[in-house]
């Protein structure tokens, strides 16, 4: 056999670039299941007051991988909770969601998003009152732009509402996550989330708003 010929030293050096092969396959393979992985995905991003209740309110959405709360739209490098919720940073309140768009269309997330909001208050929403509390939906490009635009036209030509819509749509600006306490407040802190959810009346007056309540087991 040819194998025979061959010195023991050649055999390992040729074991060694055997498995180096094997391992740098392995690599390229792992980089392309972490490409397709990320090209099934998308960002979404709202502001509707608290995103605590935000986040409750999407985390629930069969198609939504994950969702962040966090800070959008302001004047102010990592600004932190205090800052934000003091005002003046001019940053809102939001919640950056990951989707799966062949589960969830963006068309879906903002009727999810329609009827978790007043539609009607720009000077915050329930009883947090501020600009860091006002409704917005942030476009991350502009396809999601036209059909945030669409949808909101949709609504204002109904005939549904007296009132006028106020809800902004923006461009999505730089995104700085919120502190570590605040993610899945709702999971971290039931009792404490529920007091505050009840007590701003939330849920009553989105009832009284849409009609029906949204599920928020």
Known sequence: ??????????????????????????????????????????????????????????????????????????????????????????????????????????????????HNVDPFDAEGQFCDRGSQYRPVIFTHSPEQQRLAEESRRHLEESGRFKHKIVVDIEPAATFTPAEEYHQNFYKKNPAHYWRYRIG????????????KPADKS
């Open 1 to 114: 056999m040819i194998l025979s010929t061959l010195s023991t030293p050649r055999l390992g050096r040729l074991a060694l670039q055997a498995a180096a092969g094997v391992a740098a396959l392995a690599l390229v393979w792992a980089a392309s299941l972490q490409a397709t992985a990320a090209e099934k995905t998308a960002l979404a991003t709202f502001a509707a007051g608290c995103f605590w209740c935000t986040e409750s309110d999407f985390d629930k959405l069969p198609g939504v991988l994950a969702t962040t709360s966090g800070y959008m739209g302001g004047h102010v490098e990592n600004p932190t909770y205090e800052q934000v919720s003091r005002g003046g940073t001019g940053h809102a309140e939001v919640v950056q969601i990951t989707y799966d768009p062949d589960k969830v269309t963006y068309q879906q997330l903002l009727e999810h998003y329609w």
């Open 200 to 211: 701003c009346r939330r849920d009553l007056i989105l009832h009284r708003i849409w009609g």
